[in-house]
């Protein structure tokens, strides 16, 4: 069955430091998300992107967050000048186009550790 | 009062038992309603996934949604120690992106 795939599993990176997570989506999935667990928290939407744009994003995902697609089967979320805060499990969602909502499905995500 | 409320649990039920899992909602723009299984350390995997009111089932899986009352179930038949894990319920609005999602019950089904 096809799948969401994220890299890397684990990241550690110092506090201030730039991060980039990646993720391959399901490859005939046209909408791509991002969502942040926090230890013990519940799952929070970040973004939503389609059509090479940002369709929706949550009030978490300011300006120090960015995501790209920069090829035809890659979409990343680059975390800039991160903070303690930002640790983190990170899942990437993807979906296919169809009439009405269809179901999101979910990488087993990146988990992140700021240092 | 939340969007979504969930009970986090634990619920702990011998094997074999039939399991019954809920949430409440406030917002009646939610119409998509998806039941998501969590291992530790893993991504939400899709189990059901419900547009209208009523009951689905798949297999020992059995959704339900109610949305006059905004109460969404979902039932577990002849659970297994397998099924021991964290169960989150999921929304969407109606032309929405995001999927919101409740705390999460931790289920452990006792062999």
């Known amino acids: 069955e096809p799948e969401v795939t994220q890299t890397p599993s684990h990241q550690v990176t110092q506090m201030g430091q730039e991060v980039i997570l990646r993720c391959v989506p399901i490859?005939?999935?046209?909408?791509f998300y991002w969502y942040r667990q926090i230890l013990g928290q519940k799952v929070e939407f970040l973004v939503s992107?389609?059509?090479?744009?940002?369709?929706?994003k949550s009030e978490i995902f300011d300006d120090q967050f960015s995501v790209e697609r920069p090829d035809g089967s890659n979409f990343t979320l680059k975390i800039r000048s991160t903070k303690l805060e930002d640790s983190a499990m990170y899942f990437c969602a993807s979906r296919e186009q169809g009439t009405g909502n269809q179901p999101q499905h979910f990488g087993d995500g990146t988990r992140l550790s700021i240092l | 009062q939340k969007e979504v409320e969930q009970d986090p649990g634990p619920l702990s039920v011998p094997e074999g038992a039939i399991v019954s899992l809920n949430c409440t909602y406030s917002?009646?723009?939610?119409?998509?309603f998806m039941w998501y299984r969590q291992y530790s350390r893993k991504g939400p995997e899709l189990l059901m996934y419900?547009?209208?009111?009523g009951n689905k089932e798949d297999g020992r899986f059995t959704a339900q949604v109610d949305k006059s009352s905004k109460y969404i179930s979902l039932f577990i038949r002849d659970s297994q120690p397998s099924d021991s894990a964290t169960y989150l319920c999921?929304?969407?609005?109606?032309?929405?992106?995001?999927?919101?999602f409740g705390a999460g019950t931790r289920l452990f089904v006792k062999a």
């Open positions: 917002n009646s723009a939610f119409q998509y």
């Open positions: 419900t547009y209208s009111s």
């Open positions: 490859s005939n999935h046209l909408y």
């Open positions: 999921a929304m969407i609005h109606t032309g929405g992106f995001k999927t919101i």
């Open positions: 992107f389609y059509n090479n744009e940002i369709s929706e």
